[in-house]
């Protein structure tokens, strides 16, 4: 199997499973499995794919780092792309199917609801992140800059796990497990990162103590 074939494999298989949800949906609706309030369970559900496939976009880097196979970046885009995709659709089923674009209602949800007000600026600071994942708006944007604006996943994150715990009345083990992943995500970040400027000074003072180059 050569390079470009197994490529397009792994492409495939990533995209049936970032499709599975949406198909299993559909499985769902055609069987009656949607449980007795249709809509609600949608909606949820849609945000709890958003939530995961954000967690599995930040879990990429320590997993090639760990498994040494930085192939699996690659991925990474695609990846956080679909989570954008699932949080949009989870917004759309809010205000189309369960508001039924109720303006007055959905502005006075987002004022007075802090779950409902978190989950639109999470949201929203998720748009720039996809609009400046193509390559083209990528290419015309300085390193690091793009950079520092992707960086705002990290906050997306924990503001999606706030929002689950919130809109969570009773048993909240569910939204406490997805906070103690990204905590963890986030900590090994904190943990590079901390390693890293550990060995700038180093690494520099090393080559202070080299002999300077005869001219």
Known sequence: ?????????????IWLLCVAPLLLFVWQGL?????????EYVLRELGL???????????????AKLL????????????????????????????????????????????????????????VLLVPLAITSANRIRRKMRVRAWRR????????????????FLLVKADTRSP???????AALLGWRAVM?????RARPASAASQLDQPAPSL
Do not use: E
């Open 31 to 39: 069987t009656g499995g949607l449980t007795a309030n249709p809509i």
């Open 193 to 197: 990162r901390l390693r890293a400027g």
């Open 176 to 182: 406490l497990i997805y906070g103690g992943i990204v």
């Open 68 to 123: 040494k196979m930085p192939a699996l970046l690659r991925y990474r885009r695609r990846i956080g792309l679909w989570a954008f995709a699932y949080v949009a659709l989870h917004l759309i089923m809010y205000v189309a199917v369960d508001q039924q674009f109720g303006w007055s209602f959905i502005v006075a949800d987002i004022v007075k609801r802090p779950y409902i007000t978190i989950g639109m600026a999470a949201f």
């Open 1 to 13: 199997m050569t390079r470009k074939t197994r490529d397009r494999l792994i492409s495939a298989l």
């Open 49 to 63: 794919w958003g939530l995961r496939f954000l967690c599995i976009t930040l879990a990429i880097s320590p997993l």
């Open 149 to 164: 604006l992707h960086q705002l996943v990290y906050l997306i994150a924990i503001m999606g796990v706030v929002h689950y």
